[in-house]
């Protein structure tokens, strides 16, 4: 049996060389075997390039959507040079009930307040959400000092 010397490249991955062999070699493909193999790594090659612009399109929407659901969880109170406050906005238990303090001496900005508590939503809806001018009485201010510490 005669042994023959088949000396031809072997294709890149690349999409430009895979088209500039086909033309350059299509005389030389002699067997059916070389011109399928020049053909699925034709395919291959645009196979790849399409999927890498599908996968980064997904992330990049699925980075807008976590960075809207990070950006609605916060509120930043401003810091206005406000005298007059609400009476205290917390909810808390008062005398047997769950309600809002109400007390109006020593009161601050509720933008200074930390940890979680419950502001009556009445007394928002009463400034027009202007949170600058809701007050907290100094007893819930204090409140972590007092009992946490």
């Known amino acids: 049996m005669l042994e023959q010397d088949y000396s031809i490249p072997s294709p ?17 493909i002699n067997s059916e075997h070389e011109r399928i193999s020049l053909s699925l790594n034709e395919l291959l090659a645009d196979n790849d390039t399409d999927s890498t612009s599908i996968n980064s399109e997904d992330f990049e929407e ?4 976590e960075q809207k659901v990070c950006n609605e969880k916060d509120e930043i109170i401003d810091n206005l040079e ?32 930390f940890g979680t ?33």
């Open 62 to 65: 699925e980075v807008e959507e």
């Open 117 to 149: 508590w419950q502001v009556d939503r009445d007394a928002v809806n009463k400034v027009n959400g202007v949170l600058s001018k809701l007050g907290v009485c100094d007893s819930h201010f204090q409140f972590d000092n007092k009992y946490l510490h």
């Open 12 to 28: 890149t991955l690349s999409p430009f060389t895979v088209n500039l062999m086909e033309e350059e070699y299509v005389d030389e």
């Open 82 to 113: 406000q005298t007059r406050f609400t009476p205290c906005v917390i909810v808390d238990f008062i005398e047997g009930e769950i309600k809002q303090c109400k007390k109006t001496a020593n009161l601050r900005q509720l933008r200074n307040l």
